[in-house]
Every structure is written in structure tokens, then in C-alpha cells.
């Protein structure tokens, strides 16, 4: 992939920014134009960088796993589900977006293979430590994923982080070793 000019790439983190937020208020079904007014650019560099919904939902999602697999060198297993869990009810829109698409759907596919990816070191150093059940495979740990994604009931965010936080007490009992 050829670099992108630093103006044009401001531009993208611009519209990635915008649509964040936007989808975090407004919810996945906002109107892009609302994006296009909070990033403060037109509808054809919209266009241009991200040609539907979709595109800009998985560039959105590009983004918070790379962060995700950036900080997860320095994480054990549980330390790791929780920044997980903190990603999910920080930003609700994308996981509804994810949740709502068909489980065979390549994007789905490929963002469940992601994250089971992302747990390979830290199971494998939980297991050979005995810090976890040793029946435990990457496929549970992205089921204890979409588990946490439950708590996006709450009302307001700080509530959703107080769910989240109680749901990865109750699975840690599940998880850990005995």
C-alpha cells in the first residue's frame, strides 16, 4: 500500500475521529453527513477514503485492533480480556455493527480470526504458568468476548464499564484455573 500523503492521511484520522464519535452518540445507522460536519470535511473526501458505511465501520475497527494488538505484548491473558472488554462498551456502535452481520460474513470471519489470533501468546503463557483452565482455546476467549459485549445494556458509559467490570469478575471464576 503506497503511503498516504501526511494531508490526506490527517484527513482519514479526521474522518475516523468524527465517525467515532458520531456513531458513539448517534448510533452505526447515523447519518454520514454528521460525520462529514464533525470532521470538517466534504462528502467526496468521505467518498474517496472510505466509499460506504461499511468501509469506514472496518477502518474504525482496523484502527482500535491495532492499537488492541500494539498494547498486547505487555499483557497477561486477563489483563487483556479486560482491555477488550473496556474497547467493547467504549465504543458501542462498532460492536452492534459487528454483532449484527451474519457470523459467516468474510468481515466477521476474519475479525473473530483476528482476535483469536491476539490471544495465542497470552493463553499459551497462561497455560504453560497454570494460571488458566487448560481446556481454554482462542475460539472461548472471543465467545467471552461477545459475552462481555452484554454489557452495553447500561445506560451511560460509566455504567457499561461498572457492567463490564462485574461481568469480568464472573468470568475470571470461569476462566482462571482452579
Known amino acids: 500500500m503506497t503511503q498516504l500523503r501526511s494531508d490526506a492521511a490527517l484527513r482519514r484520522d479526521q474522518i475516523l475521529d468524527a465517525a467515532d464519535a458520531v456513531f458513539s452518540e448517534r448510533g452505526i445507522?447515523?447519518?454520514l453527513d454528521l460525520v462529514v460536519t464533525?470532521?470538517?470535511?466534504?462528502?467526496?473526501t468521505l467518498y474517496r477514503n472510505f466509499p460506504d458505511r461499511a468501509a469506514l465501520v472496518e477502518a474504525l475497527f482496523e484502527r482500535a485492533m491495532a492499537q488492541l494488538e500494539a498494547a498486547a505484548p505487555g499483557l497477561d491473558l486477563f489483563a487483556l480480556i479486560e482491555q477488550l472488554g473496556l474497547?467493547?462498551?467504549?465504543?458501542?456502535?462498532?460492536?452492534?455493527?459487528w454483532r449484527a452481520l451474519?457470523?459467516?460474513?468474510p468481515a466477521a470471519k476474519a475479525a473473530r480470526e483476528r482476535v483469536a489470533r491476539l490471544f495465542r501468546a497470552p493463553l499459551a503463557s497462561s497455560?504453560?504458568?497454570?494460571?488458566?483452565?487448560?481446556?481454554?482455546?482462542?475460539?472461548?476467549?472471543?465467545?467471552?468476548?461477545?459475552?462481555?459485549?452484554?454489557?452495553?445494556?447500561?445506560?451511560?458509559?460509566?455504567?457499561r464499564r461498572t457492567l463490564v467490570r462485574r461481568a469480568l469478575a464472573l468470568l475470571q471464576g470461569g476462566v482462571a484455573a482452579s
Open 29 to 31: 445507522t447515523a447519518p
Open 38 to 44: 464533525r470532521a470538517g470535511v466534504g462528502r467526496a
Open 87 to 97: 474497547n467493547i462498551v467504549g465504543a458501542p456502535a462498532l460492536a452492534d455493527y
Open 102 to 105: 451474519e457470523p459467516g460474513h
Open 127 to 159: 497455560l504453560a504458568r497454570r494460571r488458566c483452565r487448560a481446556d481454554l482455546r482462542p475460539a472461548d476467549l472471543v465467545l467471552v468476548c461477545g459475552m462481555l459485549g452484554t454489557a452495553l445494556r447500561g445506560e451511560t458509559p460509566a455504567r
